[in-house]
């Protein structure tokens, strides 16, 4: 399966609602749900520029 084109949705029935789903599929779609967290929580902040110079 191609991690990278499922949805959140689907992603978090894999990792934790699905009883069929092998141990693997599961470490996968975990591994994909914190990849998605951690590349949105790693935009760059303004601190330490000086928006306005005068």
């Not at 789903?21 to 330490?48: C, F, H, Y």
């Amino acid at each position: 399966m191609n991690w990278r084109k499922a949805t959140r949705a689907q992603l978090v029935i894999i990792a934790f609602n699905d009883e069929k789903a092998s141990t693997v599929d599961k470490a996968a779609a975990q591994g994909e749900l914190l990849r998605r967290e951690k590349r949105i929580s790693s935009k760059p902040t303004m601190r330490g520029k000086e928006l306005f110079k005068r």
